[in-house]
Each structure stands twice: as C-alpha cells, then as structure tokens.
C-alpha cells in the first residue's frame, strides 16, 4: 500500500513569516509530486509540480524534491492571511493511481 | 484559463435514492478521474477513464456505483441506491495524459444523504 504521510497541523504562522509543508511519501519509485491547495468546502487547485530532486520556485512558492530521503516540501515566503488553506501533497508511482495525503492546515495569523 | 465542468454542486437527497453527477474535463485531456473526498481526508480514486475505457476502478463499490464515459468526452457517475455512508465530496479530474501529468480538478458536488 503506497502511502503518502503529512502532518494534519494545523501549522500557524504570522504574516509574512515563511511556511514550511512537508510530506513523506513510502514508494522509492515514485516518480512525480504535486502539490494542492483546498480551501475549505472547495476543491483542491494544483500550485505546484515537481519531477526531479532539487528546488522548484513558482512567485512565492518553492517545492523541494529529495528522492533519497523520499521527501517534498513546500516553502511560501511573505505567508499571507489568504494562504489559510489545506495544502495536499499528492505522489504518482508509475502505472498506480495518484496518492493523496491527508493534507495539512495552514493558518496564517495577521 | 479551461477549467473541468461538473454539475450539481449541491445534492441532498435521501437514501436509497438515485444520485448522479456529471463532469465535463478540459478540451483535449484524454484521463478523466472521479474521486471521493471525505472531510478531513483527501481525495481517493473511485474510477479512472482513458478516453472511453476504463483503466482503473478497483476501489469504485461496484455494487452501487457505475461511470460511464461514452463518447471518451463528458462523464457521467451513478450512485443507486444511496447509502447515508456516500455523503461526501465527490470531485472530477482531468489530464493530459494518465502518466504522472498534473491533474486538475472541477468544483465537485457536495453530497448529503438524509
């Protein structure tokens, strides 16, 4: 069972600080990483993907990808009260369905 | 930017009724997706469609459940009869191709069995 592993938080953080997500994930084959973004009663909105080990920067977003260690991350700079959301991390490992995490939630306090 | 359809937002309707949503991806993406989101979880693949054909619907409760994509476009999900258990988010998905592309997800139907 591949399994995907985050913390619920909720993580709080003042505006403006930098938010630290991150996600374990149990298939060393896996090949690609997303991440999501849920407001509450929506649906989820892909913000960012990730193929290769190393960063990937998007505006305020980076995603950090390390196979070895069978972790991602995700990083927001200059946090913002509408940042406040569930951040889903979400792993596909060849021919098997996309796994999704539980998802963590962000509270960015003003 | 083209978004994936999917209609009702909202349904509530009593057990052993008759549900259905429909979901309508972007132009062109070949892999449609229907998941189940139940609060507090994420979402989790009922049934996963390549054009017309069905790639994976092991964890879709067949005995209840049916999808359908005719016409390898829109998509329509059944649930019958409804079970208070089904109440839940029921989203749409859809990407270019089924090989770790990104997927992207419509609205969703929030279903509420009474």
């Known amino acids: 069972q591949k399994e995907v592993e985050q913390n619920s938080g909720p993580l709080s953080v003042p505006e403006g600080a930098i938010a630290s997500l991150n996600c374990t994930y149990s298939?060393?084959?896996?090949?690609?990483f997303f991440w999501y973004r849920q407001y509450s009663g929506k649906s989820p909105e892909l913000i960012m993907s990730?193929?290769?080990?190393g960063d990937k920067e998007d505006g305020r977003f980076t995603a950090q990808l390390n196979k070895a260690s069978q972790y991602v991350s995700l990083l927001i700079r200059d946090s913002q009260p509408s940042d406040s959301a569930t951040y889903l991390c979400?792993?596909?490992?060849?021919?098997?369905?996309?796994?999704f995490g539980k998802g963590t939630r962000l509270s960015v306090i003003a | 930017e083209a978004e994936v359809a999917q209609s009702p937002r909202y349904k509530i309707t009593e057990k052993s009724q008759a549900v259905a949503f429909w979901c309508d991806p972007i132009?062109?993406?070949?892999?449609l997706y229907w998941y189940r989101q139940i609060l507090g979880q994420g979402p989790e693949l009922l049934v996963q469609?390549?054009?017309?054909?069905?790639?994976?619907d092991s964890q879709l409760p067949k005995d209840r459940f049916s999808a359908e994509r005719l016409k390898g476009v829109d998509s329509t999900l059944k649930i019958q009869p409804a079970e208070l258990g089904d109440s839940a988010m029921y989203l749409c998905?859809?990407?270019?191709?089924?090989?770790?592309?990104?997927?992207?997800f419509g609205d969703g139907t929030r279903l509420s069995i009474l």
């Open positions: 998905a859809s990407s270019e191709t089924g090989t770790g592309q990104p997927q992207h």
């Open positions: 979400a792993v596909y490992s060849g021919n098997t369905p996309l796994v």
């Open positions: 132009s062109g993406h070949a892999t």
């Open positions: 298939d060393r084959g896996s090949q690609s």
């Open positions: 990730i193929y290769s080990n």
């Open positions: 469609f390549q054009d017309e054909s069905v790639v994976d």
